[in-house]
């Protein structure tokens, strides 16, 4: 199993930025794909970005951050990081790391909090 623990969240203005930071320790071997997503209050989990851990790095973000997110990934430190650019307050949500093995299971941090004021 992978454990994920998260960093970076905060209270920022809009428009301003936050970088998010995501260590993986335990069978990081075995994962395939690392990621985030968040929850709002009262709204579903949603994606934010993936990227794929081996190999050219693929890269999938949610239509609501593409162009403003950037998802990257260090394999020798086994971590994933959001950088968010160009903040909205509809941004502000619960922060979680994700990852995915090669299996197919799901492991997810505990997750950081992001507010965005307007």
């Known amino acids: 199993q992978v454990q994920l623990v998260e960093s970076g969240g905060g209270l920022v203005q809009a428009g301003g930025s936050l970088r998010l930071s995501c260590v993986a320790s335990g069978m990081v071997f075995s994962t395939d794909v690392l990621g985030w997503y968040r929850q709002a209050p009262g709204k579903q989990r949603e994606l934010v970005a993936t990227i794929t851990r081996g190999g050219n790095a693929n890269i999938k973000y949610a239509d609501s951050v593409n162009g403003r997110f950037i998802i990257s990934r260090d394999i020798a430190k086994n971590t994933v990081n959001l950088q968010m650019n160009s903040l909205k307050p509809e941004d502000t949500a619960v922060y979680y790391c994700?990852?995915?093995?090669?299996?197919?299971?799901?492991?997810w941090g505990p997750g950081t909090e992001v507010t965005v004021s307007s």
């Open positions: 994700y990852s995915k093995a090669v299996t197919g299971r799901e492991s």
